[in-house]
């Protein structure tokens, strides 16, 4: 038989834990700064039209290539079957992931020189990454999810 202040004690360890479990993070929410340090731009702000002629800019980076001149018209064929195709991926997974190789987070010798140039020459910001974002999740291509949808 366990001694009544041990069993108090560890009653309340027990749901001091439990307690600790349960706590989730917040989300960032819309115009806070984002765990990265810059600011959230939902990725449904967007404007595709606008995605649409960047990704053709070859003036954009310091290559000369336009994002299609790699990953294909809409991206949805790119150049080498190494390349990822773009065209139909998630909105937000567009966003996220360009930010990443414009900050760091994400390298890649061909791709991140693309961002990383363009963003230096002040010429993409959140709000380009947005469009291009929404521009190429609008196009359709051959990715699906689980269920092929
Ligand atoms: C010189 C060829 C080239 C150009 C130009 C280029 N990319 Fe890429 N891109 C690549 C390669 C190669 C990868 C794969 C890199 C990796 O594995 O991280 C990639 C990866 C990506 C990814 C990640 C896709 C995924 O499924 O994770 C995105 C998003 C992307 N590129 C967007 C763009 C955008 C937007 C532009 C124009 C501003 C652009 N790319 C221009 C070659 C290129």
Known sequence: MMKRPLAIALTIAISLVLAAC???????AEGEPHKAGH????????DAARGALIAVDKKLSTTGQA??????AGGA???????????????DYLFHTIQQYRDGG??????AVQIKGAA??????????????????SQAGPLGDLHNR
């Open 77 to 91: 064929k790119p150049i080498d079957p190494t390349y990822p195709v773009l065209a139909g991926q998630y909105q």
């Open 120 to 137: 230096e020459a002040g010429k993409l910001d959140d709000q380009g990454i947005a469009d291009l974002a929404a521009y190429f999740a």
């Open 67 to 72: 994002c299609v001149d790699c990953h294909g």
């Open 22 to 28: 349960s706590k989730s993070e917040a989300p960032a």
């Open 39 to 46: 600011q959230h731009i939902d990725a449904y702000d967007g």
């Open 106 to 111: 994400r390298d890649h010798a061909l791709m």
